[in-house]
């Protein structure tokens, strides 16, 4: 079975610009998590979608949106992007939400310029 | 959520057991206790979860202490390819589902 895969694997894009980046989950898998992950802050979660609805949502601001398709495949979009939102986007899937086990993907590293 | 304290890094040599310590003395009864790792330029990879007694999968042991306060992963025989940042969380199975990751224990391992 495939794992997760995003897409794409590196990106680079200059301040104020908008990004959207995008998940395929492992199939059969209907939740789909968001990360952002930096050396300063570590891991932290942005939003977890399931059945083409946000279930959860981080702290952070409303640059940050995402969607689930019906499909289950996800896309996050940042727009107005900052400096400081050049990280490794995680995405994670889980057969439905609540499950403890999540699968991650290998991230989209997005810099910022 | 509980907050964990974990070692921000050690060392071990290779086909050694390690031991990796997690406290989390605020964890609630209903908190299970996940441990994930992360391989240099990956994404995070699950490795084990219990909640109050001892697990075992073929990747690692979980041990458990009987307040709950603190839990030990266990690689029996640590290999180069182990090397890894391993993340501690406490979770409650039924929450509103975000993992909460702490800076974990990069595990170093000396051939």
């Known amino acids: 079975k495939a794992g997760v895969t995003q897409t794409p694997r590196y990106l680079i894009k200059t301040r104020g610009q908008q990004v959207t980046l995008s998940c395929s989950p492992i199939?059969?898998?209907?939740?789909v998590s968001w990360y952002q992950q930096t050396p300063g802050q570590g891991l932290q979660f942005l939003f977890e979608?399931?059945?083409?609805?946000?279930?959860n949502k981080g702290n952070f601001p409303g640059r940050f949106s995402g969607r689930q398709f019906s499909n289950s495949r996800s896309e996050m979009n940042v727009s107005t992007l900052e400096l400081g939102d050049s990280a490794l986007y995680l995405c994670?899937?889980?057969?439905?939400?609540?499950?403890?086990?999540?699968?991650f993907g290998p991230g989209t590293r997005l810099l910022v310029l | 959520d509980a907050k964990t304290t974990q070692p921000n890094s050690m060392e071990s040599n290779e086909e050694e057991p390690v031991h990796l310590p997690c406290n989390h003395s605020?964890?609630?009864?209903?908190?299970?206790i996940h441990w994930y790792r992360q391989l240099p330029s990956q994404g995070p990879e699950y490795v084990i979860h219990?909640?109050?007694?001892?697990v075992n999968n073929r990747m690692a042991s979980l041990a458990i202490a009987e307040d709950r306060k603190s839990s030990t992963l266990i690689l029996h025989r640590a290999t180069l390819r182990d090397a890894a940042v391993y993340y501690c969380?406490?979770?409650?199975?039924?929450?509103?589902?975000?993992?909460?990751w702490g800076a974990g224990t990069k595990l170093i391992i000396k051939p």
């Open positions: 994670a899937s889980s057969l439905v939400e609540g499950i403890e086990t999540q699968y």
């Open positions: 199939s059969g898998h209907r939740s």
């Open positions: 979608y399931f059945s083409e609805t946000q279930r």
């Open positions: 605020t964890i609630s009864g209903t908190d299970y």
């Open positions: 219990g909640l109050t007694s001892n």
């Open positions: 969380i406490p979770r409650r199975l039924d929450s509103n589902y975000q993992l909460i």
